[in-house]
C-alpha cells in the first residue's frame, strides 16, 4: 500500500502562484511515475504534469510554461509549483502515484484561482 499526502493549496489571484506538494509513504519503492491531475467542476479528471524517477517529465498543453514538477526521491515527495496562475485553473488537485499496475490517488487539494 502506498499513501500519498497533498498540501499546498489554496486561494490565489489572477497571475499569482502556489506550490503543491505530495508526501508519499508505505511500500514506495519502485513508485514509477508520480504526478498531478486536476479536476474541475462538472469536468473530467486530466493530467496537469507526471515525472519519471529517471527524470523524464511531460506536461498538459495547458500549463507548459507556467508549471515546473519536481521530485526528492530522498523524501519522496512530488512538487507541482504553479506560476502565472489563471482562473481557469481552479480545481481540486490530486497527487497520483503508479506501483506497478496500481495506481494510487491522494485526497486532493483546492486551488481557487480568483479576484
Known amino acids: 500500500q502506498v499513501q500519498l499526502v497533498e498540501s499546498g493549496g489554496g486561494l490565489v489571484q489572477p497571475g499569482g502562484s502556489l506550490r503543491l506538494s505530495c508526501a508519499a509513504s508505505g511500500s514506495i519503492f519502485t513508485i514509477n511515475p508520480m504526478g498531478w491531475y486536476r479536476q474541475a467542476p462538472g469536468k473530467q479528471r486530466e493530467l496537469v504534469a507526471f515525472i519519471r524517477s529517471g527524470g523524464r517529465i511531460n506536461y498538459a498543453d495547458s500549463v507548459k510554461g507556467r508549471f515546473t514538477i519536481s521530485r526528492d526521491n530522498a523524501k519522496n515527495t512530488v512538487y507541482l509549483e504553479m506560476n502565472s496562475l489563471k482562473p481557469e485553473d481552479t480545481a481540486v488537485y490530486y497527487c497520483?502515484?503508479?506501483?506497478?499496475?496500481?495506481?494510487?490517488w491522494g485526497q486532493g487539494t483546492q486551488v481557487t484561482v480568483s479576484s
Open positions: 497520483n502515484a503508479i506501483k506497478g499496475v496500481t495506481t494510487y
